[in-house]
């Protein structure tokens, strides 16, 4: 723990992205405007006194949008990297370790991102419909093929020591050596992973949003306020600039999380400092 606290990328990622999520979460219970209240006679207001962050084209005050729309995208990034992960670790570690099972699920895996992933959530969210569940699902099948390669090309690794072939003679079950010793010694690059889903998820609900396949309005998500202000962006930028800049810490932050505890636990690393 000493050693991850003293990893500048993990550190700073760690305190932008948690100032992120408590501001998203306590902002809106300070903010006395309502997200979704409409007020014709103040649209397209510049930040002043009365509106921070000033209104959007149809009068919304935009500081509440963005803290209520960032509740959302964090939620779903939250979602689609639980559900990716324990999906994609579970399908990487039976593939694994049952040759025959990996081989097939593999190709099964090949074909699916042999589709670009946005081309792929825009056909699945055009034939299912635009609401936030069916993103946080469709997003999740996104990126489980990634996450049950990554996790199967670390199992591998991992089988080929020493150690498992002496557990499996000692009679050790195969359900034992999945979860009691492989799982444990992928956890690093799982970990590694997770923040990059997460990433992933937040710009890809934006991405989609903005191209008005992804959470429907009046609903706030960073993606759709984009989305509304692209006709005045050359008048209004700042609706655009201030969920953009959400975005972006988000993004950036996770980013540094993942490249910190890559840093942090690798084994190779970790057993240099100690010799």
Not at 57 to 85: C, F, K, N
Not at 178 to 201: C, E, R
Not at 227 to 237: C, D, K, L
């Amino acid at each position: 723990m000493k050693k991850i606290a003293k990893n500048k990328l993990l550190f700073i990622g760690s305190i932008i992205f948690v100032s992120l999520v408590v501001l998203v979460m306590v902002g809106p219970l300070l903010v006395s405007w309502n997200p979704n209240s409409v007020d014709a006679s103040n649209r397209l207001m510049w930040p002043s006194g009365a509106h921070l962050l000033g209104t959007d084209e149809y009068g919304r005050d935009l500081l509440a949008r963005v803290l209520q729309g960032g509740r959302i995208s964090l939620l779903l990034g939250t979602v689609v990297m639980i559900v990716a992960v324990t999906l994609g670790t579970v399908i990487g570690l039976y593939s694994a370790y049952y040759e025959r099972v990996g081989n097939v699920l593999m190709r099964v895996i090949d074909g699916i991102m042999a589709i670009p992933g946005l081309l792929l959530a825009i056909a699945l969210m055009s034939a299912f419909g635009g609401s936030i569940y069916n993103l946080m699902i469709i997003l999740s099948i996104v990126y489980i093929p990634s996450t049950a390669r990554l996790v199967r090309s670390s199992a591998l690794d991992v089988i080929n020591e020493p150690f498992v072939g002496a557990i499996q003679l000692i009679g050790a079950s195969d359900t034992r050596v999945i979860w009691k010793h492989l799982f444990p010694n992928i956890i690093p690059s799982l970990a590694v992973q997770a923040t990059f889903v997460y990433a992933g998820a937040i710009l890809g609900e934006s991405t989609l949003s903005f191209l008005g396949a992804g959470i429907p309005a009046p609903a706030p998500s960073w993606g759709n306020i984009i989305q509304g202000g692209r006709t005045v962006i050359f008048s209004q930028y700042y609706i655009v600039l201030f969920p953009s800049i959400a975005v972006l810490l988000a993004v950036i932050s996770l980013h540094l999380l993942g490249e910190g505890l890559r840093d942090a636990l690798d084994p190779k690393q970790l057993e240099s400092e100690e010799a």
